[in-house]
T-cell receptor, first 112, second 112 residues
Framework: NAGVTQTPKFRVLKTGQSMTLLCAQD?????MYWYRQDPGMGLRLIHY???????AKGEVPDGYNVSRLKKQNFLLGLESAAPSQTSVYFC???????????FGDGTRLSIL | QQQVKQSPQSLIVQKGGISIINCAYE??????FPWYQQFPGKGPALLIA?????SEKKEGRFTISFNKSAKQFSLHIMDSQPGDSATYFC???????????FGTGTLLAVQP
């Protein structure tokens, strides 16, 4: 049972480039989330989804877009990467009836 | 009102000692308070959680103490071991979508 899988694990981008981070979960969870983790700031919610075809903004959504075309996948896109988006990105999922969130192991993204 | 304040930022404890991490919140609508443990290079993993109708929850060496009137909760790690060395995050849930507000994290080092 893989749980939550994130790809890629590491990536280096140049300013202005675009990329998509993929999150896949095999637990049939309704809810999925994208966070960024920065030193001294904990985890901050970027976007989340409460079901296939739905997305909503979190605490720090600017510069990011998301899509949830399939229940098991949640994609995070950076259209024009900026150095301020250098961070570790975590995806999580949870069952709609239970509050516990299950996290992937993160994508470490550096933008030069 | 949406913040969760966590202290200390870092903590050094001797093997066998008690580690105590504190969190405070303002929003009385929060209804679920988890603690997550994160090892380097890994995603956060749920350690223990409590709901506000309970003042204490214990799982093995880990205990959450919850003070609803003071709007504070804390994690106690009894008989701390070097394997407990990790970053710990408190969090609080507000709303039906299981969105979590995280504290800024505590880096715990247990010295042998």
């Amino acid at each position: 049972n893989a749980g939550v899988t994130q790809t890629p694990k590491f990536r280096v981008l140049k300013t202005g480039q675009s990329m998509t981070l993929l999150c896949a979960q095999d637990m049939n969870h309704e809810y999925m989330y994208w966070y960024r983790q920065d030193p001294g700031m904990g985890l901050r919610l970027i976007h989340y989804s409460v079901g296939e075809g739905t997305t909503a903004k979190g605490e720090v959504p600017d510069g990011y877009n998301v899509s949830r075309l399939k229940k098991q996948n949640f994609l995070l896109g950076l259209e024009s990467a900026a150095p301020s988006q250098t961070s570790v990105y975590f995806c999580a999922s949870s069952d709609s009836a239970l509050p516990a969130q299950h996290f992937g192991d993160g994508t470490r993204l550096s933008i030069l | 009102q949406q913040q969760v304040k966590q202290s200390p930022q870092s903590l050094i404890v001797q093997k066998g000692g008690i580690s105590i991490i504190n969190c405070a919140y303002e929003n009385t609508a929060f209804d679920y308070f988890p603690w997550y443990q994160q090892f380097p290079g890994k995603g956060p993993a749920l350690l223990i959680a409590i709901r506000p109708d309970v003042s204490e929850k214990k799982e093995g060496r880990f205990t959450i103490s919850f003070n609803k009137s003071a709007k504070q909760f804390s994690l106690h790690i009894m008989d701390s071991q070097p394997g407990d060395s990790a970053t710990y995050f408190c969090a609080a849930r507000g709303g039906a979508t299981n969105k979590l507000i995280f504290g800024t994290g505590t880096l715990l080092a247990v010295q042998p």
